[in-house]
């Protein structure tokens, strides 16, 4: 029986060989083909996000300007989601039974859809109310669950500008950087867009597991693969709380903006937007219907952050910049004496003037603001013909000199948007008038402040804060120190040399800011004790009444506190700009107010209604006259 | 008689002894893994399912103990007894049993169920045993193989009448004893699979009308070709070409190269078989029989997929990669694909004992019964899974080898029922967690949780080791 004996060798082979196609065939899905173990990752691991809490901010005393207040995310797995009794639950929710059920499918649909058995996000931000009823019958709705989220909250109201405001990540960044997800918060302007990455902190991950029904089953390995979320640090800013306070009730009702600085350290004290909001509108729930009611009052444009980014012509105020360049350039002494008839005589009285002694000297000239010497000194620094064969290279030089300021150049601060201001290219006046075809007298307002100039206030903060330095700035910043750190960022510890360098250019100067105040046309910014140097500007604009500008910096000698303000369509300098800084001024000095009559007036003081096009016009040419 | 009790424990073959007891062992840790849950993982627990297990395996090791010491002709003695009783409970569970998801195959006693289904088996295994030991001899042939296809039938109805179709396939696999005894030629097995190939792509392809035509054709052409060709010295080079052909048509050739090709291909394989058989004058009578036994199973087997319930045909749809039911996808693709990735994410070395998340947490169905080998997957990888397919290789064939040394016709059988049952039960159940096989619910030996099962594994097993031990005498 040679095939019986065959047989056990037939079965065993063949059973060898199912038993081996098997061994194959597992190789093959264990060890051969990923597929399977990322699904097994992506089903059973669940990668908690663990979020830090945000850094709070507070003002250069320690007061608190942001912090963070609990809020309460609604979350449902809607597999989980079984014998609910969804009148009880819209009942505690307060929420249409119609809205529930379509949500609850829709998110049901989704879960499908994503194969993702995470939670979703049901309802964002629950009122406090809501959830403190909310929270005693949860245990009733299975599948659902409460997060906590941080919400920002502003104790003070003020700077909202300056802090600006913390918001759902769009798929933009998302899309660019991996560190944010759908759903995260981030730093949509202000300081909590500058520095965002500081204030986020660093988000943790417990790598949890789940069973099928999406039901956490405890921590992997016991957590050695998780990363513990990382607290954002808090920041100590450089504003003074109880002055931007003060500065935003003087410009209640008045459009424009004002910048403080502490020339010594380039910090900024305060900076008002003019109008401004209140920034706890733009948090949470409510956030994006406010959001909408403020972008529709395109009258007062409370969104736009004129402080930084409006461009205005700096008028009068920008003659001191003239002074310091004609000194350097040595075409102007503080005995230097040029007429005035009611305007700039070589071409006709124009620009304009007001009436006022003539001749005058440097001092004079800064004490009464005189249009026609500035005409004179702009003139001869252009067309400075021992020095430049061209009007061109006289022009050049003098660009060169007002970018050593910080204008018409990006300072490279930690505020957001910071933009750079416009003193016009060569470029643009071959373009404008003919290459080569212009000279002095085409451009003759640039000496006053006015034409296609463009700068923001903060520009116009810096120019007072290096003459009050005596020809250096540093960078202004908001922001002191990051957290426990006591060292200062190096960044804002290089000092900026103008190209103006002599500090006898800069007292000269100054001596005429003295005036302006004392004798001039700034008198009413006196404070009693305090000896402030300052200048008005006139501001003139097509689009309505001029610009009232005022820049200051007190004391005299070793001064604290720089400030300039423009004051939309409200007219001379010495109406609004100068009474306002002025008042600021003594209260950030002094800490209190001894002209209670003007503080009054200025806070009663209501000039929206009387611009008609508030609207600062970027790089728009506005000729002097 | 002396002599022979007290050398029982000298001549039981301890290495399968052994082999089962490991077998248990990892079958048990593996129970306790896929249940296992950090909360609540006291270890003996009795009401947990690995504390039950464990109860299981001290009823079956007790077990295994009173079988060795049975006497040896116990067992072939009352073989008609014991299959009758066993049949007779098979026939009360259809009416007394409880309901189960539809199938009435489970006594219940207290917190404790049975099911007769399971000891049908070795029941059938004696009684087959029996049976063909009884019509011994060359000139009854006819007999054994009717009686003992009966007597496999028995209990395949039975299971069917209890909705176990699962477990009514088993009984099929003791075909393998019916070839070891010579009552059915190897070639008919092989046809078998060809046919069930066949009948596979069939329904696959859901083949209809001219198409239907040429199948049957094609298949009842290559069959002919290779039955007439059968015992010729080129006949298994012919047979392999036949059945290569079929199978590369069937699964490409199908749908791309269009009716054309394939009609002159069926041409041509008629010609060939017509060629062949005259060649070598072989009985064209008997082939053509065959032949149209092939083609009548394979047409109608689109038909009789129409008959299935519905569940068997998203199961068969989910294996054919067809497409199924919305209903078959939530529920029979996902479980397919929610085992394939329990076991692929395990790797080369696995997760590590009890670090399982797909099988522990519920992911994939029926986890600690039919899925457990899930569980070994993703646990152990494939070290793990090749280990086990490795330890049932060896102790199926060692039992196969085993059965080749008994003196008695009787142990023989019974050895290649054994054998042929764990083989079928490896077979499927691994099969199935991979995609290999339909889904059919049977359990996977010593390893699937389940006190019926494990206990009616034991006893099969070990009334064949205790035969084996009287392997030097002949048993009636």
Same mark, same amino acid.
């Given at each position: ?21 098997? =061994? ?126 941080? %919400? ?105 903006? =004002? ?33 909408? %009611? ?81 005409s004179y000194v702009f003139r001869s620094i252009v067309e400075n013909r021992r020095k430049y064969k061209r009007s061109v290279d006289g022009y050049t030089a003098w660009r060169k000199y007002v970018q050593s300021f910080g204008v018409g150049v990006k300072l490279d601060s930690d505020l957001p948007y910071v933009l750079k201001g416009n003193v016009p290219s060569v470029e643009y006046y071959d373009k404008l008038h003919g290459k080569g075809a212009w000279m002095a007298s085409n451009i003759i307002s640039l000496g006053i402040g006015q034409a296609e100039l463009g700068i923001t206030p903060l520009q116009m903060a810096n120019i007072t804060s290096t003459i009050a330095n005596k020809g250096w700035y540093y960078t202004p910043h908001i922001i002191k120190s990051i957290g426990d750190e006591k060292e200062i960022d190096a960044k804002w510890k290089v000092k900026h040399y103008t190209m103006v360098t002599d500090t006898q250019y800069f007292n000269n100067v100054i001596e005429g800011m003295y005036k302006v105040v004392e004798a001039g046309t700034a008198r009413i910014a006196q404070i009693p004790g305090i000896e402030v140097c300052g200048k008005t500007g006139t501001a003139q604009n097509p689009h309505g009444d001029d610009h009232s500008v005022f820049v200051c910096f007190a004391p005299k000698d070793n001064p604290k506190i720089a400030i ?62 | ?11 039981? @073959?301890?290495?399968? +002894? ?253 010609? +060939? ?15 053509? +029989? ?71 947490? @519920? ?114």
């Amino acid at each position: 029986m040679n095939n019986e004996g065959l047989r056990k060798y037939i079965v065993a082979g063949f059973v060898l060989l199912l038993v081996f196609t098997y =061994i194959g065939r597992l190789f093959y899905i264990q060890v051969v083909d990923d597929s399977y173990k990322l699904s097994s990752r992506n089903q059973a691991f669940y990668f908690k996000t663990d979020y830090p809490p945000r850094g709070f901010i507070y003002d250069r005393k320690g007061k608190l300007l942001v912090y963070n207040q609990i809020a309460y995310d609604l979350l449902v797995t809607p597999k989980m989601v079984k014998s609910l009794d969804t009148n009880d639950m819209c009942k505690q929710l307060g929420m249409d039974r119609d809205v529930f059920v379509k949500r609850l499918k829709k998110l049901r649909e989704e879960a499908f859809m994503k194969r993702d058995p995470r939670p979703l996000i049901f309802e964002k931000q629950l009122l406090p109310e809501v959830y403190a009823r909310l929270q005693e019958h949860m245990y009733k709705y299975r599948g659902f669950e409460v997060q906590t989220r941080t %919400v920002r909250k502003y104790p003070t109201n003020i700077a909202a500008h300056l802090l600006g405001y913390v918001g759902e990540v769009d798929k933009k960044v998302t899309e660019k950087n991996p560190y944010y997800r759908d759903g995260d918060y981030i730093g949509i302007s202000g300081v909590e867009k500058g520095y965002e990455e500081v204030l986020r902190g660093r988000k943790g991950v417990s790598i949890l597991m789940r069973d099928v029904h999406g039901n956490i089953k405890g921590k992997f390995k016991d957590g050695i693969y998780d990363t513990a979320a990382i607290p954002g640090k808090y920041l100590t800013s450089s504003l003074d709380a109880d002055l931007q306070l003060y500065g935003e009730q003087l410009m209640q009702n008045k459009i424009g903006g =004002i910048v403080a600085i502490e020339p010594g350290t380039g910090e900024i004290l305060a900076l008002i937007t003019s109008p401004t909001y209140d920034p706890n509108l733009l948090v949470g729930r409510e956030r994006t219907k406010n959001y909408v %009611v403020l972008l529709q009052d395109t009258i007062g444009r409370p969104l736009f952050n004129r402080a930084l980014m409006a461009y205005y012509p700096p008028g009068s105020t920008f003659k001191l910049l003239n002074a310091l360049i004609g000194q350097q350039e040595g075409v102007l002494t503080p005995s230097t004496l040029y007429p005035c008839a009611r305007g700039y005589p070589p071409m006709g009285g124009k620009p304009k003037c007001h009436p006022h002694a003539s001749p005058t000297n440097l001092e004079g000239s800064i004490a009464t603001s005189c249009n026609s010497y500035y005409s004179y000194v702009f003139r001869s620094i252009v067309e400075n013909r021992r020095k430049y064969k061209r009007s061109v290279d006289g022009y050049t030089a003098w660009r060169k000199y007002v970018q050593s300021f910080g204008v018409g150049v990006k300072l490279d601060s930690d505020l957001p948007y910071v933009l750079k201001g416009n003193v016009p290219s060569v470029e643009y006046y071959d373009k404008l008038h003919g290459k080569g075809a212009w000279m002095a007298s085409n451009i003759i307002s640039l000496g006053i402040g006015q034409a296609e100039l463009g700068i923001t206030p903060l520009q116009m903060a810096n120019i007072t804060s290096t003459i009050a330095n005596k020809g250096w700035y540093y960078t202004p910043h908001i922001i002191k120190s990051i957290g426990d750190e006591k060292e200062i960022d190096a960044k804002w510890k290089v000092k900026h040399y103008t190209m103006v360098t002599d500090t006898q250019y800069f007292n000269n100067v100054i001596e005429g800011m003295y005036k302006v105040v004392e004798a001039g046309t700034a008198r009413i910014a006196q404070i009693p004790g305090i000896e402030v140097c300052g200048k008005t500007g006139t501001a003139q604009n097509p689009h309505g009444d001029d610009h009232s500008v005022f820049v200051c910096f007190a004391p005299k000698d070793n001064p604290k506190i720089a400030i300039a303000i423009l004051v939309e369509n409200s007219g001379y300098g010495s109406r609004w700009a100068a009474p306002i800084a002025s008042l600021m001024v003594e209260k950030y000095l002094t800490g209190k107010i001894t002209r209670p009559e003007l503080e009054k007036r200025m806070l009663e003081g209501n000039l929206i209604s009387k611009s008609t096009d508030p609207k600062a016009k970027k790089e728009e040419p506005e000729q002097g006259e | 008689m002396r002599e022979r009790s007290d050398s029982i424990f000298a001549n039981i @073959d301890w290495f399968t +002894v052994v082999l089962y007891l490991v077998l248990v062992c990892i079958g048990w840790s593996n129970i306790y893994a896929a249940v296992y849950d950090e909360e609540k993982s006291s270890l003996f627990n009795f009401n947990s399912q690995p504390g039950r297990q464990m109860i299981f395996i001290g009823v079956a090791l007790f077990l295994s103990l009173v079988i060795l010491i049975v006497d040896a002709s116990f067992y072939t003695a009352t073989a008609y007894f014991i299959f009758g009783g066993i049949i007779l409970l098979n026939i009360a569970v259809i009416f007394l049993g409880d309901d189960v998801k539809g199938s009435h195959s489970w006594f219940k006693f207290g917190s404790f169920s049975f099911q007769p289904a399971e000891f049908a088996k070795f029941a059938t295994g004696l009684m087959l045993a029996k049976l063909l030991t009884e019509f011994e001899g060359q000139a009854k042939w006819v007999e054994r193989l009717v009686f003992g296809i009966l007597v496999v039938l028995l209990p395949v109805a039975l299971c069917l009448l209890q909705s176990e179709t699962g477990v009514s396939l088993v009984f099929f696999a003791l075909i393998l004893v019916f070839y070891r005894e010579g009552l059915i030629p190897g070639w008919l097995l092989l046809l078998g699979m060809i046919v069930t190939l066949m009948a596979l792509l069939a329904i696959k392809f859901n083949i209809e009308g001219p198409r239907l035509a040429f199948f049957i054709c094609v298949g009842g052409g290559a069959a002919v070709a290779f039955l007439l060709t059968w015992r010729a010295r080129l006949s298994w080079v012919f047979g392999v070409i036949f059945t290569v052909c079929m199978l590369a048509l069937g699964l490409a050739g199908w749908k791309i190269s269009g009716e054309i090709l394939l009609y002159s291909v069926l041409v041509l394989a008629a010609g +060939v078989s017509c060629f062949l058989a005259i060649r070598m004058r072989m009985f064209i009578f008997n082939s053509l +029989v065959i032949a149209c036994f092939v083609a009548g199973s394979v047409y109608l087997a689109p038909y009789g997929f129409l008959k299935l319930k519905p569940h068997q045909q998203d199961r068969l749809r989910v294996f054919l990669r067809l497409d199924a039911s919305a209903e078959a996808k939530k529920k029979e693709l996902y479980n397919l694909n929610q085992s394939m990735i329990a076991i692929g994410s395990g790797g080369l070395t696995g997760k590590g004992y009890l670090q399982g998340t797909q099988t522990k947490y @519920d992911f994939v169905p029926e986890q600690e019964t039919d899925f457990i080998f899930c569980t070994v997957g993703e646990e152990w990888g494939f070290v793990g899974t090749s280990v086990v397919l490795i330890l049932f290789a060896i102790l199926i064939i060692r039992i196969v080898f085993m059965s080749e040394r008994q003196r008695s016709p009787f142990s023989r059988i019974y050895g290649y029922a054994v054998a042929s049952i764990f083989f079928f039960h490896l077979i499927i159940n691994v099969g199935m967690t991979m995609g290999m096989v339909p889904v059919i619910g049977i359990p996977l030996p010593f390893f699937s949780y389940g006190g019926s099962s494990l206990i009616a594994f034991t006893i099969l097993l070990f009334i064949f080791i205790r035969l084996d031990s009287e392997r030097l005498y002949i048993l009636r």
